[in-house]
């Protein structure tokens, strides 16, 4: 072979140039001969190597280049066709994030040559996957209003930000050898690569989740980890590089003269159950030292602003913070300590998804979602104590019975939103109708109670005394046992089982996102064998939480199978399950909200007709001043905008919302007399309709 020759050729010429002697084989007969030297085994490898050695293959054949071509084009097709449906923005949104993931994967830049027609069209197809919208304008809308000499924007009261759900950042801090190689690296949430989250889950599942998910027992660390809650202003600014949580809020303070000696995020782990914050991160005295610390340095009570389950942990905080079992600053301390509580999209009431991620693991996170099955996700949602705080409260009285629910329709043809969680069997819906009617189908309802039984009937021990030392989700009109449930820590965080602090100098802003379809009903099947449409009709199998991906009621006695197969937790909801007529789409119903928090748990407790208001001599004895102003969601001008633009009502998206973000603004620089209530929503009505008669 020409290698091999060559190789020996070299050998001659050392040989030639150093005046040594090649190997001489001496023959009787023949005559004496220089032989080639004998082949070294590296030259033999490198021979063979280069025979099995794989061409290189062009970029544009690749399989890859291919699959995100072909998912490019039918993303551009999907951006000007796409219907408005909730569940066909859901379905578009995780089709452009995992296209993003797999564009992370590819060095496009070393497979393209070096030329500006190349420069160019990579900076369009960036632009096209991490689109800039015209509405997103950094430092807006403070830069544009903070010379306007009637609002004197300016740095007034110190700033407190509370993070809602999966919102602050974990690190893991854990020595042992299975956590060195994530040492203070981010287990959730992350600033600075955007897959990085993601790599460890697809890399190492099982270990991931060993390190994510809590004892079940204690609800604390397993034994051998050790996660804790990113400090600073950005353990929530950003979720992922490039996607937005708080930034918005802090880059507008700063822009008013805020920085980290004058507004604090007080980041916490989510996971943990409200008690066990305490218990293990002394999360609470942390927070009350920040507070009076910020008085006593610089004279001024504190604004408080929280963003969704934020707003259900900071009223939990005032009663400990009350009470001789907590903090011990006695009745009077939020009056002295707390100038404003500016509630942004809090889930006063509960959420009815936090009952079907309880229940069978159905949870919108799309880490989750996509790699994780449902018994997976069921089994790590209810080891997050912290989740379960989310529950549906204030029982059928304020969620609805079976006949009616407050945000029915006054001349409602459909089933009420009071059946939370419906049981249908396909075997009885009809087949070819265009407009079936879902009631033929139905095994049996369930209201908010219903449900709640039905979540302790099929979730494991462990989950059901979690709930009990921690939470309740019932109702108290009595105004005698609320005050003595002022010592009742499970209490804390139930609006309708507890009393704000008497401190009528302290103001409540509500601040939330209306004009979104919010998922408010569910139309739910249970199984033990046969296999479910979703596993006939999708590439994806959906599994029940038992991992199996079936569906029962193929017999002819329903009732007694739907009996029989709620004692083992094999729940679902129902994608088969459509009726656009009774806004009802892949099993679930939507009504008015913000896209992930109802209508009536967002404004109930703030509106004039409701729990702080028209019954504050029950949950509001201080008779703190309750202003709720409602954002309407507006599309953006972009299509491209999936962040929702400059008036943004969405759950999160509202954190960038100008207007809103301008009331919270008035409200820090001593302006808040210039926020004034708004509504725009029936809520109040709503409202009028839930009849709570006090009790002495």
Not at 155 to 161: A, C, E, I, T
Request: with cysteine; net charge negative; hydrophobic share 35%.
């Amino acid at each position: 072979m020409k290698q091999r020759r060559k190789n020996s050729q070299k050998q001659l010429d050392w040989a030639k140039s150093t005046g040594s002697k090649l190997p001489i084989v001496h023959s009787s007969s023949d005559p004496v001969i220089h032989k080639e030297p004998r082949e070294l085994p590296e030259d033999i490898m490198e021979d063979v190597s280069a025979l099995f050695k794989p061409k290189p293959v062009p970029f544009w054949k690749r399989k890859r280049f291919h699959f995100v071509v072909g998912v490019t084009v039918g993303l551009m097709g999907a951006l000007y066709g796409a219907s408005t449906t909730p569940m066909a923005q859901t379905h578009l949104n995780d089709l452009q994030a995992f296209l993003a993931l797999q564009i992370a994967e590819m060095d496009i830049q070393s497979m393209l040559p070096a030329t500006e027609a190349v420069d160019e069209m990579l900076g369009n197809f960036t632009s096209f996957l991490k689109p800039a919208p015209t509405s997103d304008i950094p430092f807006m809308p403070a830069t544009a209003f903070k010379q306007v000499d009637e609002l004197d924007l300016k740095p007034h009261f110190p700033v407190v930000l509370i993070p809602g759900i999966v919102s602050s950042g974990l690190e893991s801090w854990g020595t042992s050898e299975k956590s060195r190689k994530y040492f203070r690296k981010r287990m959730w949430g992350t600033t600075i690569d955007l897959t990085a989250m993601f790599r460890s889950v697809l890399l190492d599942k099982e270990l991931w989740t060993e390190h994510v998910k809590l004892d079940t027992t204690t609800g604390l660390d397993p034994p051998g980890i050790k996660l804790r809650a990113a400090l600073g202003l950005d353990a929530a600014d950003y979720f992922v590089a490039g996607y937005w949580v708080w930034a918005k809020i802090i880059e507008n303070l700063a822009t008013i003269g805020y920085d980290s000696n004058t507004m604090h995020l007080a980041s916490y782990d989510w996971r943990l159950s409200f008690s066990n914050l305490q218990i293990r991160d002394k999360y609470f005295s942390r927070l009350m030292a920040t507070i009076e610390t910020s008085k006593k340095t610089g004279g001024l009570k504190t604004v408080v602003i929280t963003h969704s389950m934020g707003g259900v942990l900071f009223p939990y905080f005032l009663k400990w913070v009350e009470s001789p079992q907590g903090g011990n600053g006695g009745p009077t301390w939020a009056d002295d300590y707390i100038e404003s509580f500016v509630n942004i999209a809090g889930p006063m009431a509960g959420v009815p998804k936090a009952m079907t991620a309880m229940l069978s693991g159905s949870f919108g996170a799309y880490l989750l979602e996509k790699f994780f099955s449902r018994k997976e996700r069921a089994s790590l949602m209810r080891s997050w104590g912290g989740g379960s705080s989310m529950l549906p409260k204030g029982t059928d009285l304020i969620w609805g019975s079976h006949e009616r629910a407050p945000d029915d329709e006054e001349d409602e043809s459909h089933q009420s939103h009071g059946n939370m969680i419906s049981f249908v069997s396909p075997s009885l819906l009809p087949q070819n109708n265009l407009k079936p009617d879902i009631t033929d189908g139905l095994i049996q309802n369930h209201t908010s109670e219903d449900a709640m039984n039905l979540l302790h009937r099929v979730a494991p021990f462990d989950y059901n005394e979690m709930l009990r030392l921690n939470y309740s989700y019932g109702i108290t009109t009595s105004k005698k046992q609320l005050e003595a449930n002022s010592e009742d820590p499970t209490k804390w965080a139930n609006p309708f089982e507890s009393q704000l602090p008497k401190a009528p100098n302290m103001k409540i802003f509500c601040f939330y996102g209306v004009g979104l379809p919010t998922e408010r009903s569910y139309y739910y099947s249970a199984s033990t064998d046969g296999t479910s449409p979703a596993c006939n009709n999708s590439s994806r199998c959906d599994e029940s939480i038992d991992g199996n991906c079936t569906l029962g009621g193929t017999t002819d006695n329903i009732t007694e199978i739907y009996a029989h197969q709620l004692q083992a937790p094999h729940l679902f909801i129902d994608s088969t399950v459509n009726d656009p007529a009774a806004r009802v789409e892949t099993g679930v119903r939507f009504g008015n909200g913000d896209g992930t928090v109802p209508l009536i748990s967002l404004g109930y407790m703030c509106t004039p007709s409701g729990g702080w208001t028209k019954h504050a001599d029950l949950y509001n004895p201080g008779h703190n001043p309750i202003i709720i102003k409602e954002y309407i969601n507006e599309q953006p001008e972009s299509k491209l905008d999936v962040r929702g633009g400059s008036k943004a009502g969405d759950h999160i998206d509202i954190l960038g919302n100008w207007e809103m973000t301008l009331d919270v603004l008035k409200v820090v620089s001593n302006q808040s007399f210039n926020v004034t209530s708004r509504i725009i929503t029936k809520i109040d009505e709503y409202a009028q309709k839930i009849n709570i008669q006090h009790q002495v």
